[in-house]
């Protein structure tokens, strides 16, 4: 799939765990872990939103495109 999760660095950099994350987001670990190994299909703005706002982020910094 040409579009990348780089969820891992961002979190590595905030120096923030998956379950502090999830916490944070509330949004389930296995849903989570789902979307940090680029195996989800989809994905919410609501849920995304939450992501940027507890990793103080922008989406670009956690989706790529990439061909």
């Keep these: 799939m040409p579009i990348v999760v ?11 765990s998956l379950n502090e994350l999830s916490e944070k ?3 389930t670990l296995s849903n989570l872990s789902i979307l940090k190994n680029g195996k989800a299909k989809a994905i919410r703005f609501s849920t995304l939103e939450g992501i940027c706002k507890a990793l103080e982020c922008q989406p670009g910094e956690i989706l790529e495109y990439q061909e």
């Design 6 to 16: 780089n969820l891992d660095v961002v979190m590595a950099k905030r120096k923030m």
């Design 25 to 27: 987001v509330g949004i």
